[in-house]
């Protein structure tokens, strides 16, 4: 796996998508991004719990919006 957490076959049909799209051979390509994680109370040193935000509506670094 890569820093993307893509493989490389995933990795390399993405930049050939994003290639075609350049060059306006085809619509943009659809990306997925997902994490694994669970459900469970967070504690902090302290050993309280701690509230946290996974997902807001607010646009990410990447120009992406999950409508929450």
Do not use: C
Request: aromatic share 6%; hydrophobic share 40%.
């Amino acid at each position: 796996m890569t820093g993307t957490g893509l493989g490389l076959w995933e990795r390399e049909r993405l930049l050939e998508a994003l290639d075609a799209y350049q060059r306006g051979l085809s619509d943009a390509p659809l990306l997925h991004k997902w994490t694994e994680s669970q459900a469970g109370i967070s504690e902090n040193e302290d050993g309280l719990a701690m509230p946290f935000v996974i997902s807001t509506d607010e646009v990410d670094r990447h120009g992406d919006v999950i409508m929450a």
